[in-house]
């Protein structure tokens, strides 16, 4: 091997879903109720980029609901602009975080009804 020869690296980018609540020691745990929180994160398949992001949630203070995480690999383009600009970040960095929040004060029947499913165009 040369040193001009591409290596590919062993990771890939995926998307894990989340449905999350401030814990009490997170900054905003006044501002907001409940939210689904979505990460572009690399790992070497989906439950290892699952668990880093797991252990990421836990140290930014965020209560995921049931421990459940859903995580898929990453599409290669997206049409909304925010998960365009996610996956760029992604990328470049090897993490990006878009959370849906909804206020303090939100009925717990919107929080029942946020599902975690594939994310084909999200």
């Avoid at 690296?9 to 006044?30: D, E, G, M, N, T």
């Avoid at 252990?55 to 203070?61: C, G, T």
């Amino acid at each position: 091997m040369r040193l001009t020869d591409k290596i590919e690296p062993a990771i890939s980018l995926f998307l894990v879903q989340a449905k999350v609540r401030p814990a009490p020691a997170h900054a905003k745990f006044w501002d907001w109720q409940f939210g689904l929180l979505k990460v572009w994160i690399t790992g070497s398949d989906p439950e290892d980029a699952g668990e880093r992001c797991a252990r990421i949630l836990a140290d930014l203070n965020y209560d995921v609901e049931d421990g459940h995480l859903l995580s898929e690999p990453a599409a290669a383009d997206y049409d909304h602009p925010v998960s365009k600009q996610c996956l760029a970040s992604a990328r470049m960095f090897g993490i990006a975080f878009f959370l849906h929040a909804s206020p303090t004060g939100s009925s717990e029947e919107e929080f029942a009804r946020i599902t975690l499913t594939p994310a084909h165009d999200h």
